[in-house]
């Protein structure tokens, strides 16, 4: 999730849990909303397919707790580890820090009010249940919702059991989803019988009804009638109603044509959602052609077996558990399951590396909502190769790859964890451990984390010498310089970086690494004494990126303008450059460049003459820092204008005066602090981004690069950072 928190019980970009519409469920739904209000822990547990989902979202969105409503999605959560994860992402949380993600939370929602809706526990039920006691118990202000199929068996937990529906609301489902396709329904015998088989299971029910365009009630019975006589062998009294759900679903996957029960099958490789064109690719082949895949697709959702949502990233698809499930039994039942994944990582593979390429492009914006969209199938791709035998060096290539995502879209711990776990297997490919250990380096310096920085910038230095990649050479060397900036050793950090920047040079990298480079010089030049040279180096920098529509590394070449700005008294303007750079590193949920742009513009403000404001963003400032490391880095130099500030205000304000400021900016979560520095400033709109200025990056062969290719290049990417 990058830019502002999203509340409410179903964030932007997620698809519906429940394919049902919302009917009937009115008594249930008071209950649960009764319920939610005695208890701090209430899970709504049932069948598959019974409606809990829909039901904890609706009682969820009826509550009004101060600080709203989260929902975490755990459905494509696969690895116990990554449940921690999963809930900091929901929220909206970012931390840089080597913090563990329950530490992040644990502060983070200190004092907040907030109710937490888990949605699909059961597979997870052991690590949900000890987060989940562990929040309550340190945290009395937060409530949480979960749904699943189990209870988590935490103490003081109000179990919420969820029955299927009434005959009437079964009936009237079935007429609504029969309305959806353009049929009109009657109440009638045959359709009170389909859904009196069907235990009045809403998945059930809308499974028959998606059935309807081809076959009338009565025959949806009889076909019905016979399907579950084979599998059970007895009436209806007699159907318990997890067999009721799995018998529907058999009975839908057995209507299918043979290319719409392939298609089922091969969906379900997916985590999560997927889009067009990731089907075509990952699904196509022995049986069943790329140009085939749609229409089938559409036979699917038609049939209700697969969902459609409109998101920001355009038009996606997904399947509930129950329904991937089954076509995963499928799938592994025709010996096809290995070669499916592999297809999967190959495709996420290549989404991955062309993402990496495009980000020094117009459509670097793009690519951050891509990837986040992506992330539950680029995870299982890494699981993929991090758990196959002789894939390693694709899972250091992909960990890698996405350093973008770990370092420039607020991501550093979970990318760390994927770095250190792939450069932990030895996977015989020197060039793609090389690249992961650099981007470890990286990831460790934005943490703060020194040791551990430098012990994988020097060993990727002397691989890369002994394996003759003068690429890794200079990265390695580049992220050294950085770790020299940030430690105030800046005669040091001035060398390693003209070197890198020469060795980018001969070899002809050009990227948003290499900008970066460009702008820690200049950073090193202002910090000592040469601004014209740190102002010069910047504007090369800002002419690049706005040549290529880069907005990320823009930003901090703007940050360094600003403070050349601001010392040579230039405050308009230092102002305008800070509101533009702080719009972007929000706009990219990058925390590191968000706090530098406030802490400059509380100095910018107080020296405009507003002291009050100034220490207010101070304060805001202070608040974010543990979120992204050591304040200001430890260093003398970074933070030198912070105590400029910080002593200007309090001569005008007085101690306590600026202290009351700084406790009021202090309590400003990072949105309301962003949006009051923004806001303050007049600031114009996140996406008002400056149009690219240079032709759109293009391929050899004349074409845009849009499309991601289904293995990456030879390089591994790395001539994109």
Not at 2 to 20: C, F, I, K, V, W
Not at 346 to 361: K, R
Not at 436 to 450: E, F, H, K, P, S
């Amino acid at each position: 999730m990058r830019g502002p928190q999203r509340p409410g019980p179903s964030a932007d970009g997620n698809l519906p849990l429940e394919l049902t519409a919302f009917v009937g469920r009115s008594a249930e739904l008071g209950e649960l909303s009764r319920a939610l209000e005695s208890g701090r822990l209430v899970t709504v547990t049932g069948a598959g397919g019974v409606g809990k989902s829909r039901l904890a979202s609706r009682a969820a969105a009826g509550a009004a707790p101060r600080d709203g409503v989260w929902r975490v999605e755990l459905a494509p959560v696969r690895d116990p580890e990554f449940v921690d994860y999963a809930v900091v992402e929901a929220l909206g949380l970012t931390d840089h820090t080597t913090r563990l993600p329950r530490e992040t939370l644990l502060e983070q929602l200190a004092g907040r009010r907030i109710l937490l809706l888990l949605d699909g526990v059961e597979h997870l039920v052991d690590a949900c249940a000890e987060l989940v006691a562990e929040l309550l118990r340190r945290l009395p202000d937060l409530a949480v919702l979960a749904v699943g199929r189990r209870p988590l068996g935490v103490a003081g937990e109000l179990l919420f059991p969820l029955e299927p529906l009434g005959e009437d609301e079964a009936v009237e489902l079935f007429a609504e989803r029969a309305g959806r396709q353009g049929l009109q329904v009657r109440d009638c015998a045959e359709v009170r019988e389909v859904c009196r088989r069907l235990d009045g299971i809403p998945l059930a029910v809308e499974l028959a009804a998606g059935r309807l365009r081809a076959l009338s009630p009565g025959q949806l019975l009889e076909r019905l009638d016979d399907r579950f006589r084979l599998l059970t062998g007895g009436g209806q009294d007699a159907l318990p109603r997890h067999r009721t759900l799995r018998t529907a679903v058999g009975w839908s996957h057995e209507l299918c044509t043979p290319a719409e029960r392939l298609l089922w099958a091969r969906l379900s490789v997916f985590a999560g959602a997927f889009d067009l064109e990731a089907a075509e690719y990952v699904c196509s082949g022995d049986g069943l052609a790329a140009e085939e895949v749609l229409d089938v697709l559409a036979e699917l959702l038609a049939q209700s077996v697969v969902s459609r949502a409109e998101t920001g990233s355009g038009v996606r698809y997904g399947m509930l558990d129950t329904v991937r499930a089954y076509g995963a039994d499928w799938l592994a039942a025709a010996g096809d399951a290995g070669r499916l994944r592999r297809r999967h990582r190959d495709w996420f593979m290549g989404l991955a590396t062309w993402c990496e390429l495009e980000w020094f492009s117009p459509r670097q914006d793009e690519v951050a909502g891509r990837v986040e969209a992506e992330l539950p199938n680029l995870r299982a791709a890494l699981e993929h190769c991090l758990t196959e035998p002789d894939e390693a060096h694709l899972g250091q290539c992909l960990a890698g790859s996405l350093w973008f995502c770990w370092a420039g879209c607020g991501r550093l711990s979970e990318g760390r964890r994927w770095l250190e776990r792939s450069l932990e297997l030895d996977s015989g490919y020197p060039q793609s451990r090389l690249k992961a250990l650099w981007v470890l380096g990286y990831v460790a310096i934005l943490q703060g984390d020194a040791v551990p920085a430098l012990a994988a910038l020097q060993e990727c230095r002397a691989e890369a010498e002994l394996a003759a990649d003068p690429a890794a050479v200079a990265y390695a060397e580049h992220r050294t310089g950085c770790l020299a900036l940030v430690t105030d050793d800046m005669a040091r950090a001035e060398t390693l970086l003209r070197s890198a920047l020469g060795r980018y040079q001969e070899i002809g990298e050009l990227n948003s690494n290499v900008l970066m480079g460009q702008v820690e010089l200049a950073m090193t030049r202002a910090f000592r004494g040469d601004l014209a040279d740190a102002v010069r180096l910047c504007e090369d920098v800002r002419r690049v990126c706005e040549d290529h529509g880069e907005r990320w590394a823009r930003s901090y070449a703007l940050y360094v303008l600003a403070y050349a700005a601001w010392q040579d008294g230039e405050h308009a303007a230092a102002r305008e450059l800070l509101t533009d750079c702080l719009g972007h590193a929000h706009g990219f949920r990058d925390l590191l460049g968000s706090v530098l742009s406030i802490e400059l513009l509380a100095l910018v403000t107080v020296a405009q003459g507003d002291p009050a404001e100034a220490a207010v963003l101070q304060g805001a400032a202070g608040r974010m820092w543990p979120s992204v490391g050591l304040p200001l880095f430890g260093s003398a130099h970074y933070n030198a204008p912070h105590e400029l500030c910080e002593a200007t205000a309090r001569r005008a304000l007085g101690e306590e005066r600026y202290a009351e400021c700084v406790r009021q900016g202090a309590g400003l979560d990072r949105e309301a602090a962003v949006a009051r520095a923004l806001g303050y400033f007049g600031v114009r709109p996140l996406d008002a981004l400056p149009a690219p200025r240079g032709p759109v990056p293009q391929r050899r062969d004349g074409t845009d690069m849009r499309k991601p290719a289904a293995s990456p290049t030879r390089k591994g990417g790395e001539t994109a950072g």
